[in-house]
């Protein structure tokens, strides 16, 4: 199975901050990671596909770079609703699997 | 609108077995492969079993391999998921969610049901 890992775990930032998230894979995965967004309760939104097209209707402050086993999710500039936890998710290859979360909060 | 429904969720003890379901609206159903992502209280997110437009090809995480059957109708525009043998680590939120793209077996999840509790506890 391919392994995913995020850094940092959790991050706290003020309004307009850029924030930078770090997903990795165990193995190359190409451009086949997606990016979601959960707030507490709620069920995941996709954000990002295939590393970096941005979803229709997702604010253009969202973006994702990378290719092989590093990639990025930036948000350029933080809003009190980014509040959330954030995953990355390969489609590579089955099983598909998640990276842990980075939670996000305002300091 | 594009929705996903879930329902079926509950309480069962050790051993038992519930069926999910999960309807969809707004959308092509017989089009897009389907899956079911689930997430334990306070942990992340697992994908759990994925079923293709025809259901030729279906794929099942190895933890509910061999417990867990999945299946659509694709005249009601429905998924569901056989759950036996239940277990306490079973206990999560159930999700329902479409690909994004048409026809393709791996593929993003873009639409997502609002999750279902599955509680296993006797």
């Known amino acids: 199975d391919i392994q995913m890992t995020q850094s940092p775990s959790s991050l706290s930032a003020s309004v307009g901050d850029r924030v930078t998230i770090t997903c990795q894979a165990s193995?190359?995965?190409?451009?086949?990671l997606n990016w979601y967004q959960q707030k507490p309760g709620k069920a995941p939104k996709l954000l990002i596909y295939d590393a970096s097209n941005l979803e229709t209707g997702v604010p253009s402050r969202f973006s994702g770079s990378g290719s092989g086993t590093d990639f990025t999710f930036t948000i350029s500039s933080l809003q009190p609703e980014d509040i959330a936890t954030y995953y990355c998710q390969q489609f590579e290859d089955l099983p598909f699997t998640f990276g842990p979360g980075t939670k996000v909060d305002i300091k | 609108e594009v929705q996903l429904v879930e329902s079926g969720g509950g309480l069962v003890k050790p051993g038992g077995s519930l069926r999910l379901s999960c309807a969809a609206s707004g959308f092509t159903f017989r089009s897009y492969c389907m899956n079911w992502v689930r997430q334990a209280p306070g942990k992340g997110l697992e994908w759990v079993s994925s079923?293709?437009?025809?259901?030729?090809?279906?794929y099942y995480a190895d933890s509910v391999k061999g417990r867990f059957t999945i299946s659509r109708d694709n005249a009601k525009n429905s998924l569901s998921l056989q759950m036996n043998s239940l277990r306490a680590e079973d206990t999560a939120v159930y999700y329902c969610?479409?690909?994004?793209?048409?026809?393709?077996?791996?593929?993003?999840?873009?639409?997502w049901g609002q999750g279902t509790m599955v509680t296993v506890s006797s």
């Open positions: 193995q190359d995965i190409s451009h086949y």
């Open positions: 969610a479409k690909h994004l793209r048409r026809n393709t077996v791996e593929d993003a999840f873009d639409i």
């Open positions: 079923i293709s437009t025809d259901s030729t090809y279906i």
